[in-house]
């Protein structure tokens, strides 16, 4: 069965373009609730641990410096199916390719500086929310 949680972040872009309370609205539209919730931002270290996963791709030097380049917002998220619809809401990677009403389809820039971030499994939501969080942090 899927769970109901996924993690998402909102990025440096969408933070600087001041879109946190827009991105937020369409989360909460969608029927996500809020579980836990920081605006902070990642060390170049920490912003390798999170991408490890890429780390024999060629973007990841130009990821890893773009996540650690400003503030982000990361939260953890509920709602039945959380990970396969919160991934339907923010749309593909590249916005050019994202369905119309989705949140990178709106906010996001380019492939790379694409405004959020949404969980790709179950067990890496699990993952990704206790990089980001203590348990005593989370509803
Ligand atoms: N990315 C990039 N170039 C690419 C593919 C990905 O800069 O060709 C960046 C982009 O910010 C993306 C992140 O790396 O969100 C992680 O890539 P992934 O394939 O996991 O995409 P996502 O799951 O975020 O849609
Ligand atoms: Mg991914």
């Not at 001041?18 to 909460?28: D, E, K, T």
Request: net charge negative; proline share 3%.
């Amino acid at each position: 069965m899927s769970g109901k949680r996924t993690f998402t972040m909102i990025k440096p872009d969408a933070v600087e373009s001041g879109n946190i309370g827009n991105i937020l609205q369409m989360i909460s539209n969608a029927g996500f609730s809020i579980k836990a919730m920081k605006f902070t931002q990642l060390s170049e270290e920490r912003a390798k641990a999170f991408y490890a996963v890429h780390a024999e791709r060629p973007f990841y030097g130009k990821l890893v410096d773009y996540m650690s380049s400003g503030p982000i917002v990361a939260a953890i998220l509920e709602k039945d199916n959380a990970v396969e619809d919160f991934r339907t809401l923010i749309g593909s990677t590249d916005p050019a390719e994202a369905a119309e009403g989705t949140i990178r389809k709106i906010y996001a820039e380019s492939k790379g500086r694409n405004a959020v971030h949404g969980s790709d499994s179950d067990e890496n939501a699990k993952i990704e929310g206790e990089f980001h969080f203590y348990a005593n942090e989370v509803i």
